[in-house]
């Protein structure tokens, strides 16, 4: 009982009371759990943990019989992992693709989520940082699509800009100008600094992605955790 109740268990360490909740087959719970014990780690920089801690969460997800609670968990899981991977790896990892692939592939299968933004700046920074400046382009028209549909305003920053760096990288410079102005227009620093500062370099891209993840992943996760 006391493994449920987080008030009696709060000076617990996550990953312990995550460990007992698995043991206990008490497994959406346990999913939970790792799910926080991964963040809290992140939140230290404890990257590699993180890691070790968010799969151990997804080793369980299988367990979990009901679909939609299942994806969910899975969502919340997978963007932490590329949140960490890129921390370790780097924005260009093969690991950070098959996160935010993975988690394109969960979104679409579902009730829309704005976590389908993270993932798709995730992958838009994959491709473009590896030259792959044509499916960058794609991706960076589906945020803008998916962030026009979820009224993000913040997320209509960071598309006109992803455009407009995928435009410039094609040679297409009036376009990408008419993007990149667009960005300008619509940015309130005090709504979009958080979620919007990122450049044209891999690590520039990374730190949004982070910031961005924190947003959508915090919102996504007030109603499950």
């Excluded at 999913?31 to 080793?59: D, F, K, P």
């Excluded at 044209?200 to 982070?210: I, Y």
């Amino acid at each position: 009982a006391v493994l449920r109740k987080p008030d009696q268990g709060q000076h617990t360490p996550l990953e312990v009371l995550a460990y007992h909740l698995t043991q206990a087959a008490e497994f959406p719970e346990a999913v939970q759990a790792w799910l926080r014990a991964g963040i809290h780690a992140a939140q230290r920089s404890a990257h590699i943990e993180a890691i070790e801690h968010l799969r151990s969460g997804l080793a369980l997800l299988g367990k979990i019989p009901d679909p939609a609670l299942r994806r969910q968990l899975e969502l919340n899981l997978q963007v932490a992992l590329m949140a960490s991977m890129i921390a370790t790896e780097g924005a260009t990892s093969i690991r950070v693709s098959e996160c935010c692939q993975r988690g394109l592939e969960l979104c679409r299968q579902g009730e829309p989520t704005p976590l389908v933004l993270p993932f798709a700046f995730g992958q838009f920074t994959f491709t473009y940082c590896r030259g792959q400046v044509q499916e960058a382009e794609s991706l960076a028209r589906l945020f803008l699509s998916m962030a026009e549909n979820a009224k993000s305003e913040s997320g209509r920053v960071i598309g006109h800009r992803l455009l407009g760096t995928a435009l410039h990288g094609k040679g297409r410079l009036l376009e990408a100008k008419e993007q990149l102005e667009l960005s300008l227009q619509l940015y309130v620093p005090e709504r979009d600094a958080a979620t919007t500062h990122f450049g044209h370099h891999e690590h520039d891209h990374g730190s949004g992605l982070d910031s961005l993840v924190g947003a959508e992943s915090s919102n996504s996760m007030d109603g499950l955790l």
